[in-house]
């Protein structure tokens, strides 16, 4: 066995649920059906399992590869197989698309039953916590009584957090990396803008666009650009970008004078291709609601005393969107309980995006803390 | 005298210049107005004048209230007029509505004389240089030598700091706050999400909306939004918001739910009603394109050779547009040529907007500076 190799051609499994799903809103899914990759091998004792959440535009395909597809590699490839932090010769990897996601997984672009359309508006708003119910459903399809760890970063970090709070007993360990315990109002205020760029798009028809055959294209693009600020920090950018001109002077216009335009256009278009708006809006009122201390006043350690899990917890030193003082919340909320914690502090350049980046040493902390889970599973 | 009165009732004046204006770009405006309010008297040797430049959204109304119109105060009301920092009783003081604004200068909704149509898109992307050297235009109009003062907040401080540059032996005196040499990466990154936010408004028609009998407002609306987020600070947001809801629980839908969505939404909305979007495309251009060390390799010392000035600088330390690192890296390159050089760092909550807010710290600063000032005139 080599180090650091690729789990090779994967291919995504669809797991259809055919019992009733109520949701936090109070509405019902009737039924539904998850996209899902798994990597390595369960054991015999069911007790080699990970689950990786994913944040807002990923999906499923966490490693590997499709094959005859060039760049097809999963989101945290670089995190998940042989050999790697989380290494699929020991682990059994779960990867999911979460309902409302666009990838696979029932959504707002998928076939209403009752109705023969596109749900568009009429797709609940689920929320971390419908996500992680059926994320314990998924787990019993598996036969997985007690998951060795649940793992994710940003909104991926939210469901670990609240896998722990509302399956304490099936968690072994829980990895909350580059999150928070709940959005500022300047992160809402973000998420609200993204929003109503995309509401307001002549081409949104309410959120029923399908139906119309066009996409809100102008509001999806304009919602990642913004997006996409907030996931580098100012010196990633300066550094990235600085004021490189793309054709060596001002063009005193509205074309691209800064190399930094170019590359923010790009990602919105290039996102405004295969993303889904009415999941863009539902994801990202579920990271706005996600706040476990919402029913204990405020209090986040008496809203943690129900997890059981140990914790691992990283932050990034320039992440301004979750910045490391978030995370020492949850730390101190944890602690307060006298929960078993570990926590890292990366001090890395890279803002936000830095918990989807190489870095030897935020990887070798992951590695290292799958390496104790792994001798306490022997 | 009692401090700190209202310069009361006042009236903007359009002023006409019929000499061409040979702008930045190339081209060349043949002739244009600006609009413009005075407050104080001009004193016999005309030594007492201090020039007010503004930022983004404003205008020439800096101070006092016009007749008949409720909650009309300038926008920097609180610091200039009788008694006020910038007293009245002792300076005089302009206020100018910059060319390419929508406030009655000339601008992209101002008629074309040579088509009879408003410019819309034809009208040239003027820069920081070009204001100052309208602005210069303006003191010869006045008789004014030389300005006591030249003095502006943020896109203000720019053109104050590219006074003292321009024309160095006509400012006895450059006050920049809360401003920054030049924009970072991520500073052009937000202003580009704006303007594409405007461009891709179906009703911008290529900035030619004025005869299609439309306005951008979409656009213009999502411009605002993402601005007022980068004007206030995290912590101020948290203060002023945190995640209140507007109504008592989550609506699991894209309702508001939390206040500072509803507060984003009205500010957007209301904007939207009143401002330019060609000239918000303009000016935001103007704050992108200004930057000194252009022309010198990046070295900042070296551009501010020429200043002759003595400066006033101040920053706010949650001013997380242009912190005080920016201020610093101007004070720094100032102290490079030897040049008298104040700088006052104000420990205030209240992000970039602090610069308009009333802070008696921040006040007692522009207060003392302009006392100095005084002392030196009399």
Not at 16 to 39: D, H, N, Q
Not at 100 to 127: E, H, L, M, R, W
Not at 250 to 256: A, I, Q, T
Request: with cysteine; net charge negative; glycine share 10%.
């Amino acid at each position: 066995m080599s180090a650091n190799q690729s789990v090779g051609f994967v291919k995504p499994e669809l797991i259809e649920f055919t019992a009733p799903l109520l949701l936090e809103c109070g509405k019902t899914l009737p039924s539904y059906s998850l996209m899902v990759e798994t990597y390595g091998t369960l054991n015999a004792s069911k007790s080699n399992a990970v689950l990786v959440c994913h944040a807002l535009n990923a999906s499923h395909h966490v490693a590997g590869l499709y094959e005859g597809q060039e760049k097809s590699e999963g989101w945290w490839d670089n995190m998940v197989g042989p050999g790697k932090p989380l290494d699929t010769n020991r682990f059994f990897v779960i990867g999911v698309n979460n309902l409302g996601s666009c990838f696979g997984s029932t959504g707002p672009s998928s076939i209403n039953p009752q109705t023969g359309k596109p749900y568009g508006a009429d797709f609940p708003f689920v929320t971390v916590q419908d996500w992680v119910n059926a994320q314990a459903r998924l787990a019993d399809y598996f036969g997985i009584e007690k998951f060795a760890a649940v793992m994710g970063g940003s909104l991926g970090g939210m469901q670990a957090l609240q896998w722990s709070l509302g399956y304490p007993d099936r968690v072994g360990h829980c990895m909350v990396i580059a999150s928070t315990p709940k959005l500022s109002a300047q992160n809402i205020a973000f998420n609200e803008v993204a929003r109503q760029a995309i509401v307001t798009d002549p081409d949104f028809h309410g959120g029923n666009y399908y139906e119309h055959g066009v996409v809100p294209k102008r509001g999806l693009r304009l919602a990642r650009m913004i997006g996409h600020i907030t996931y580098l920090s100012g010196d990633d950018m300066a550094e990235k970008f600085g004021r490189t001109l793309r054709n060596g002077d001002y063009n005193y216009g509205l074309e691209v004078d800064f190399q930094v335009e170019s590359y923010l256009r790009y990602q919105g278009d290039k996102f405004a291709d295969y993303f889904d708006a009415n999941t863009y809006l539902l994801i990202t009122k579920a990271l706005d609601y996600f706040d476990p201390a919402r029913h204990t006043g405020g209090n986040l350690a008496k809203a943690l005393e129900a997890a059981k899990a140990k914790f691992l917890l990283v932050s990034f030193t320039t992440d301004w969107r979750f910045a490391p003082e978030r995370t020492r919340e949850i730390v101190e909320a944890l602690m307060a309980n006298q929960r078993d914690v570990t926590y890292a502090e990366i001090d890395a350049p890279h803002g936000h995006d830095a918990f989807l980046l190489t870095d030897e040493r935020y990887h070798n902390v992951v590695r290292g803390y799958f390496e104790r889970i792994a001798k306490e599973l022997a």
